[in-house]
């Protein structure tokens, strides 16, 4: 059966140099001319999105582009990929919901991507999103699934 079977350990080898700081990371790396993404989330577990002013952080110092879903649907691109081919218990395809970029009327977990800010640093990008003013108007939430299944309860998805 070789030397390795369920229920054995693996060694990992990677653990000593990872423990003494000499991993690296994609976010380690700088490149000349590298811009930086920041992403600005939602507080909100489910709310409506009344307003997003990007016109402060878009005049921010180091500011290349701030994005917003508007923008993002302008420009043509897609929903991102998310996972397919999930069946409900009679066989039938399950409900796959949208799943934009970034959102246009409201947000549906803590940390939903609201906006999306390109600056010539990584705390510039941060610092830019801070200034981006989005009015929600808080919607009920539900977060445990005992209260989702009972009737009358808010819907995420319809």
Do not use: C
Not at 6 to 28: I, M
Not at 144 to 158: D, F, N, Q, R
């Amino acid at each position: 059966m070789g030397d390795f079977a369920l229920g054995q350990p693996v060694p990992r080898f990677e653990d000593p140099r990872l423990l003494r700081g000499g991993g690296r990371y994609v976010d380690d790396m700088v490149l000349p001319r590298m811009a930086f993404g920041h992403v600005l989330r939602s507080p909100h577990a489910h709310a409506r999105v009344r307003s997003i002013d990007t016109t402060a952080a878009k005049v921010a110092r180091g500011v290349l582009a701030v994005l917003t879903g508007a923008d993002w649907e302008a420009s043509g691109w897609r929903d991102l990929p998310s996972a397919a081919g999930n069946k409900r218990r009679d066989g039938s395809p399950a409900y796959r919901p949208r799943f934009p970029a970034l959102v246009t009327d409201r947000v549906r977990w803590v940390g939903d991507y609201v906006a999306f800010v390109v600056a010539e640093t990584r705390n510039q990008a941060a610092d830019a999103a801070e200034l981006i003013e989005v009015d929600y108007e808080p919607l009920p939430a539900v977060v445990s699934t005992e209260e989702a299944i009972k009737p009358g309860m808010p819907l995420v998805w319809y």
